[in-house]
C-alpha cells in the first residue's frame, strides 16, 4: 500500500494526498503544469518537497520531519519515463541487464522471460534506435519492472504514441498489471485513458488534490465544481434547490426537476449539478419510452455530431437564458426518429443520474 | 616559401610610424639610451625618431622584407654584413659604439658577482649553483658575448645544465629576478638604469660588442644626417653616460 | 634536426592531455550538474587562458611557480628542484594553458545528456557512480576524445607561453615550436623547414587517427 502526502508552498505549491493499494491502479489527472509529474517524482525519489511523508507497505521512503529522504535507489521503484529514458548506447538487453545486475544473481533467464512478459521477444539484440515508440515504450516497462520494483510509476508513458498501438497497449497494461502485485500510479491528461486503465482516479490542480475516487466517481460524481471542470463534466449547470412538500426538487428556469440524492443540502441553497448526457433520454416519436414523465424539458435542437455510432445532440432548452443540454444517444435511435437540426424535441432528465455540488 | 610565411609573421610585428619621422630600427639594448639620443638630435634639427626595439635578428629579416626602416642599429656586426650581403644597405657601416656585458645577482641571490666569475665556478663545483640567465648563444650577441666570458673561464661544458636561454637580453634580465636565477650574463647599459640596479648587484665584464649603423637601401636625407649625428661629441657623451664604450 | 624538442613537446602534450582527462572531467562534470548562479562566472575563468594573451599568462606562471609562491616553496619542499624553468613547471603551466579546451566539448558533451537518463538509471538501482562509469560516461564519449585532442594539439603548438617561462633548456624546456623560432632567429631556414613539417605531419596523423578511430567507434544515437 501506498501512501503520499507532500506540501508544499515554494517554489511550486504543492498539497496533495493520495492512497493507491497493492495491485491497483491509480491515474493522476489534470491539465499541463498542475504538478503530476512532480508527484510522480517524489514518490519516486528524484524530487522532494517541502514537508510530506510517503510511506510504501510499512517502509518510510520520505518523512520532512524525521529528515528521512532514501533514494530512488533504496526504495526500489520501478519508473517509465514520458521519453522512455532508454540507455541509448545499450542494446535492448544490457538495458534490462544494467537493473537485474544491481541485485547480483544469474539472470541471463530473467531477461528473456521480463521481455517475453511485454511481448518482446526476439528484440534483446536491437538498439534503442531501430525500435519503434511502442518497442521503445515495453522495454522501458522491462527495465522498470526488472528489480521486481515496490510501486510502478509510469509518467504519461502512451503520449509519444499514436491512437492506434496506444490502443493495443491500454490492453497490454491490463493484461499484465493483473499478475503484478504492486500499486501502479500512471499519470496523464487522457481523462479517456485514466477511465479505461484505472482503478482509481485522482485529480490534481495547481498542486492540490481536489478527490480521488473511482472513475466512476469523478467522473460522473465529482465533489465539486472545480473537479467538474477539471475532469470536463459535460453539461454542467447552476440551479437552486426548492422545498416541495418536504421534498428537495432542483428548480433550473422553470422546470422543477426530482433528484433522488440530496440528503446534504437543504432548501433554498444554490448549487451546480450536472448530468450525463447519456442520461438524457429521448422521448421517441416512434416507439414510446417508459420514463416519459421522469423531468421532461422542452428544447429546440441547436446542431448534432455523429462519432463513431454515437451522436450527441445539442438543445437550446426553452424558457431559459440559452441554456445548452447535452444527449448522447446511439445514431440508429437518431435516424429512426428523423431528429433534424432546429426541431423540437423533448427528453426526460432521468433523476437518479442528477448529481448535485454545492456552490 | 616557409622563409616567406615567416617573414610575414615578423613583417607584422613593425611598429606603426608617424610621417615625417626617421624610421629607425634599434637592437633592444639602445632601449635607454635612444631617447636621449632622440631629444638630442631634435632639438639640433627639428627631426623626430621613430623606433622600433627588436632583436638584431628579427630587425634584419624585417629589412629583408621590405620594412620601412632607413637606419638599422645593430648589436651583432654578423647581421649588418648579411644586409649588405643582400644588398640592402647604402653606404659605409659606422661602428659608433661598443656594449659592454655585465654578471648581475638579484638581490635574493646567494651569488657573489666578480668578473673573472670565480664565485660562479665555485659555485657550480661545490653543487650549489641553480638557474644562470644568457641570451640565446645561436644568434643574440650578448648571449655570444656571455658564452665566450665562461669559455674563458673554462666553464662552459659544466655550467650547460645550468643554462636557462633566454629570447632577447630584455629576457635575461627578466628571468634573472625569478628567484629560482642564481645570475645573469645582461647588457650592462641595461642594468646601469637605476630601477634596475636597485634590484640587485652587478659587475662589468670585459668583453665588448660592436654596435654598428648603417643606412637602409632608399633612405632619406635625413637618416644621413642621423647617422652622422650618432658619431658627433654630443651624442658619444650620450652613449659613455648610458654604460657603451666609445672610442 | 632536434629529434629531443620533438620529445619534449610529444611528452608534455601527452602528460597534458591525459592529466586533462580527469582533472577536466571533474570541472566539466561540477558545471554540467550545477545550477546556481554562479556557474557562469567559473565557466568564464576557466576560459581565460583562451583570452588572455601568452605574455600576460606566462607573467602570471611566472609569478606563481616563484621559489616563494606556496607551488614553487612546496615543489622545492618535495624535491629540492626549482619549480620554475622545469618541464615540471611547464607540464602544469600547460594544463592551465590547455584547460579550456579540454573543459569545453567535455561540459557540452555532459550537458546533452537527457537528465531523464540519468534518473532512470538510478530508478533502475544504479549508484550515482556507477551512472557516471556505464552511463555518462560512455554517452559523453566523443565529446571527451575531441577534448583530448584538442588539448593534446593544443599543447602541441604552444609557443608564446613557452618562450616566457621556459628558459629554453635542451631536454627539458627546449619544445619544437621553440626550436623553430631558435632556427628561424639563428637564420638557418632549412632546419626551420625540416622541423615545421615534421610537426605538422606529426600532429596531423595523431589528430586524424584519433577521429577516425572515435567515428568507427560510435554506433549510437544520443536522445
Redesign the interface.
Known sequence: MLQVSLQQSRPTKLDVELRCEKGEVLALVGPSGAGKSTVLRCIAGLQSSQQGVILCKDQLWFDSKKGVHQSPQQRRVGMVFQSYALFPHLTVKDNIQLALDVDKKNHQQDVKQLLKQVHLGGLEHRYPHQLSGGQQQRVALARALARQPQVLLLDEPFSAVDKVTRRKLYLELNTLRRGLNMPIVLVTHDLDEAAMLADSMCVIHQGKTLQQGTPEQVLYRPDNVAVARQVDVRNLLSATLKDNNGQLQLSWNNYLFTVTSSSSFVAGQKVHWTLSPSKVLLHQRVRPSRGEHENPVTGVIQDMVTLRGITTVLIIVEQSNGDLLQMDLPEHVAMRNQLKVGETITVSLLSEAIHLMAD | MFRYLFSLIFVCAVVQVQAADIRIAAATNLRYVLPALAEEFEQQTGYQLAVSYAASGTLTTQIQHGAPFEVFLSANPDYVQRLIKAEFTEGKVVEYAQAQLALFAANHSLLDVDDSLLSLKTALEQGKLNKVAIANPKYAPYGQAARSELEKAGIWQQIQPHLLIAENASQVVQFSLSTSVDAGFVPYAHIIQPQLASLGRFVKLDVTLPQQAVLVRGASEYADQFLKFVQTERARMIFIKHGFLVD | MDWQAFEVSIKLALLTSMSLLPIGLAIAYFLAKSKFSGRGTIEAVITLPLVLPPTVLGYFL?VGM???SFF?SLFVTLTGH????SFVGLWFASIIYSLPFAVQPMLRSLEQI?P??R?????????KWKTFF??EL??AWPGIITAMVLSFAHTLGEFGVV??IG???AGET?TVSIAI??S????D?QQ??AM?LTLLVVALITISVVYTFNHYRS?????
Open positions: 611566472l616563484d621559489n616563494n614553487g626549482s619549480l620554475a624553468f537527457a531523464e537518463i534518473e532512470a538509471a538510478w530508478c533502475s538501482g544504479l549508484s556505464k552511463i560512455p554517452l618562450l616566457m628558459g629554453n633548456i627546449r623560432y631558435d628561424v632567429l639563428a637564420f631556414h626551420a623547414q615545421s554506433n549510437t544515437r544520443v536522445l
